[in-house]
């Protein structure tokens, strides 16, 4: 499995690295594991995504990282500070933008970037080079209360705001929840151009098909993390032959699939159904079982993985 | 009028103030379909989705919803639908079958049949040990197939699904889905909104808004030939690119 175990170091060097990080919650009577023992390492400077269904652990790692929570085992060190000893350096050299919009709903919009400016001892035009791409587009409201604004534009206002400190590392937590397909595509590329700026960004979302976008990521599943890699790297890590496979009726087809021999799992996907073959077994097998139960043309293609692929693949084992 | 139709809606139309949250649409649904109605934030899904529940008055327009009258017989709707989204549909601090059985004692159901589905429903399901437990101690995918499950028990003839699987793992993802074309097999009407595309492909037909308009309307396959596209994200990205009405 992914996941190199390393031991901790206390070098200054940048980055976040955790540790064996354990975080429980609850009383022993109905004990909640929200992470059991997560390792990783995520360079200076990359854009590291953390992936995961509702109720991985992604929230309870990033205040574990932003110092807001103790862990109740391991280590993690943050831009080289530990986040247990060293919590309150951490904190002027992180931006966090929690799940849930927490800015102050009263206060207009250049009024709550003013405030978090204020609290890190900076002023907007200090920093205002590194929002201005984000910030530009809120401006023309800004004498709108926080409260007002649209979820695309408390989102910007929420970036900038973690932001105008000018932090070393950059936490995001699932700034893409519930948002629609193009409004991902903008907040992604927004993601791209700062990691120019050299600022290293951690980001969990529950969406697979973002992945694809980071430079490397963890995928996370019931508090455990199932591998650490390149998109590419976790790609290439799924071994057994995948296809992608069509006919006229689709609830049978699945139901065939699902009963065929050589199939070690078979479940829909999009317009298609993927089947994984085991080691061995020939597509042509394949198809000849499926015109034998009757199926008419059938569309059979060998095809790469995707990342949910190799996720469903990996919470099998 | 056709007794094929679950979802009939004629320049169905919401303003609020002078701002037109919903434009004009027109569609209609079959009984048994799954109708996938799809839209960047902000586009009008919501608005069009609480008129045809019954809790909110078009300003224009017609619509009938299991052969009701959006205006006059919104009370009818009601007990007609099942609805279910991803944030509100469970009573945390409730156990199962307390959930099980204040959902469909508010439909009206009796005694005998609540305890007859309710019994059926816990095997289906494999909540056997879990039945006296409250719902906050479900995990998130199995809270997910209960809540879609209570909001079919009284046996609607359309249920609403308002992005039912935000969240879930691909695997849970797919189970829920599975549960969708069991229940439009026995039956009932499906109408869902989503934002994962690959969902859109397991509607019969979908509906794409842009600017409170309907701007396509047809089967996956349908749009994407006429868009020229390979998938349904690239449908969904071309038409909602054109939009001029920003989020939410």
């Known amino acids: 499995m992914g996941g190199a175990y390393f031991p901790p170091t206390s070098a200054s060097s940048g980055g976040v690295r955790a540790y064996n990080l354990i975080k429980h919650y609850g009383t022993q009577k109905q004990l909640v594991q929200a992470l059991r023992g997560v390792s990783f390492e995520v360079q200076q400077g990359e854009l590291f995504g953390i992936i995961g269904p509702d109720g991985a652990g992604k929230t309870s790692l990033f205040r574990i990282l932003t110092t807001l929570l103790l862990p109740d085992g391991g280590e993690a060190t943050v831009d080289g500070y530990d986040v247990v000893k060293q919590y309150s350096e951490i904190r002027k050299r992180v931006g966090y933008m929690p799940g849930r919009f927490s800015l102050y709903q009263d206060l207009t919009v250049a009024e709550n970037l003013e405030f978090f400016a204020t609290i890190f001892n900076t002023s907007i035009e200090e ?62 590329e927004m993601l791209n151009r700062l990691k120019q700026q050299g600022i290293t960004i951690l980001v969990s979302t529950p969406y697979m098909d973002e992945a694809s976008l980071c430079d490397r990521v963890a995928l996370m599943q019931n508090g455990e993390v199932l591998t650490v890699d390149s998109p ?30 050589g199939s070690d799992n078979a479940y829909p996907f999009g317009e298609y159904h993927h089947v994984v073959l085991k080691e061995g ?37 | 009028m056709n007794n094929n139709i679950a979802i009939k809606a004629e320049s169905l139309t919401k303003k609020f103030g002078d701002f037109t949250a919903v434009d004009g649409i027109s569609f209609e649904v079959q009984k048994g379909e799954i109708f996938g ?18 809790l909110s008055m078009p300003t224009s327009g017609k619509a009938t919803v ?16 099942g609805y ?9 601090d409730l156990t199962v079958k307390e959930n099980i059985r204040f959902y469909a004692g508010i439909y009206g159901k009796s005694d ?44 609607p003839q359309i249920v609403f699904l308002d992005e039912p699987t935000g969240g879930v793992d691909p695997v849970t993802r797919r189970e829920f889905w599975s549960m969708i074309y069991d229940a439009a097999e026995s039956g ?61």
Not at chain 1, 137 to 158: H, T, V, Y
Not at chain 1, 283 to 312: K, S, W
Not at chain 2, 37 to 54: D, I, V
């Open chain 2, 112 to 155: 005998a049949f609540i305890k007859e589905k309710t019994a059926w429903l816990i095997d289906q399901l494999h909540l056997g040990t879990e039945a006296n437990k409250l719902v906050k101690s479900l995990p998130l995918g199995w809270k997910q197939k209960l809540a879609f499950s209570v909001a079919i028990f009284h046996e």
């Open chain 2, 84 to 92: 279910m989204s991803q944030k509100f549909s469970l009573y945390e």
């Open chain 2, 66 to 81: 299991a052969g009701f009258d959006v205006y006059r017989q919104n009370e009818q709707i009601k007990r007609n639908i």
């Open chain 1, 232 to 261: 590419e790297g976790v790609i290439n890590s799924f071994q057994q032959p995948l296809l992608a496979v069509k006919a006229n009726r689709m609830l049978p087809l699945l139901n065939d699939l699902k009963a065929f021999e």
């Open chain 1, 127 to 188: 920093n205002y080079d590194l929002v201005k791409d984000i910030y530009a587009q809120i401006e023309p409201f800004k004498d709108r209360r926080a409260g007002k604004l649209s979820g695309g534009m408390k989102q910007k206002l929420a970036l900038s705001c973690a932001l105008i400190h000018r932090p070393s590392v950059l936490f995001l937590d699932e700034p893409t929840t519930g948002v629609d397909a193009v409004s991902r595509k903008e907040f992604w």
């Open chain 2, 37 to 54: 109605f799809l839209g960047a934030n902000g586009a009008g899904k919501t608005t069009a989705m609480r008129m045809l529940c019954g």
């Open chain 2, 188 to 248: 009932i009407t499906v109408f869902v909104t989503t934002h994962y595309m690959d969902e859109a492909e397991y509607c019969n037909r979908v509906s794409i808004m842009v600017d409170g308009r309907i701007d396509a309307l047809g089967t996956p396959a349908q749009l994407k030939q006429s868009f020229g596209a390979q998938s349904m994200d690239e449908v969904f990205l071309k038409l909602a690119r054109k939009a001029v009405r920003s989020a939410d």
């Open chain 1, 281 to 317: 077994t020939e597509p042509a097998v394949l198809e000849n079982y499926l015109r034998q139960r009757g199926h008419g043309p059938v569309t059979i293609t060998t095809i790469r993985p995707d990342i949910e692929d190799c996720f469903m693949a990996l919470m099998r084992n």
